[in-house]
């Protein structure tokens, strides 16, 4: 049950926050909550798109930690149904449909990965398959009543889309009602979402007031920029941090990071208090930044050995005390040794590193896809992936 009293449970959940709708309301909540010892119902959705958490995610994932701490009742909701159908938040196109065995696959993966900033034994681990699969064709059309074809083409994704001429589909428009079902359906106090996600999750709030039940406040929380510092964080940009990522490549990738972008990232990734943070010279803030991650995904003694490895190879430009070996095969190319050897994870990512000039093989920037070495040497892509390449 909430130990702290209003003032501190405020502090604590507004740390980070873009908005909340409305904070009235969630002082009525809490102060109702205190009052008659009785949880709050927090509620934050994942459609299992891919196997990978990455550090974006976690953004969402320590402030429902925060609520765990603070002894209220976290939904943690994986859109399963709804993942089969695509979020079009953000998107430009009508996103590829996933078939219900890829999404169940993808599922599978995120209960440990969520283990580790989330206290499994105090959330609660909800399918909306659950429900959805369960109703009829007609209610599910009845959903279509709670808005208006209007309100729909109000939103920013849809008008820029229209405006290009570009299909949205009817099945874009059915998105919105179904995560506001969710909410209906779990009886929400807080939903919790990024800064884009705020379309969606207004729509909870209507629904769940056509339904006569009290309104959930919203509260959004930024999204968090990748490796380049202008895309938010995602697979699909290149530009993100799994948490499953090895230390030493979390380790190089945060160090690569811009310093205005690590204290964002200490921000909303850690407890560090930002005030001393700045008082640091901006590398040693960095190193330790790295540090923490590390720390809170893999373990301490890793991120020291990370640490290590990385002043070794990019202080004092020596090679990695352990470089992975890779038999040159018949047929092979650049982009076939790059995924082959795991040194990255799918053929546009090799193709993309090749074409910003960030392959060598010995001192000499690899330009072209077909390139075959012809004699024994090292591979490296990017700045932290090295591959000896044995012929």
Known sequence: MPSNDL??????????????????????????????????????????????????HTVLLRKLRQFQDLGHKVVFLIGDFTARIGDPTGRSEKRKQLSKEEVIAYAATYKKQVSKVLDLDRVEIVFNSDWFEKMSVLEILSLTGHA?????????DFKKRLAKSEDISLLEFMYPLLQGYDSV????????????????????????????QEQQVVITMPLL?????????????GN?????????????????ISDELMYKYYELLTDCEISRIKQMHPKEAKIRLAKEIIT??????????????????????????????????????????????GLVKSGNEARRLIKQ???FFGEKKLEAEDFVPVQSGTLKAGSRRFLKIVI
Not at 185 to 212: C, H, P, S, W
Not at 225 to 237: L, N, Y
Request: glycine share 8%; aromatic share 6%; proline share 4%.
């Open 296 to 341: 809170q995904y893999h373990s301490g003694s890793a991120a020291q050995e990370a640490a290590g490895e990385f002043e070794r190879v990019f202080s004092h430009k020596e090679s990695p005390a352990e470089i992975p070996e890779y038999r040159l095969k018949a047929n092979d190319n650049l982009v076939s040794i790059l995924v082959n050897s």
């Open 148 to 156: 208006t074809v209007a309100q729909m083409l109000a939103r920013a």
């Open 240 to 256: 993100y941090i799994g948490i499953n990522d090895p230390p030493g490549e979390i380790f190089g990738k945060i160090m690569s």
């Open 185 to 212: 359906k779990l009886r929400a106090d807080i939903e919790l979402g990024g800064t884009d996600q705020i379309f969606n999750l207004l729509v909870g709030r209507d629904m769940q007031k056509d339904y006569d």
């Open 225 to 237: 920029e990748g490796t380049d510092g202008v895309q938010k964080m995602s697979k699909s940009f």
């Open 7 to 56: 003032e501190s449970q405020l502090k604590i959940i507004k740390r980070g926050a873009v908005e909340i709708i409305s904070t009235e309301q969630l002082k009525a909540k809490l102060e109702n909550s205190l009052k008659n010892n009785k949880p709050l119902v927090i509620k934050a959705g994942f459609d299992p798109t891919a196997a990978d958490i990455h550090l974006g």
């Open 357 to 359: 000039g960030a392959v």
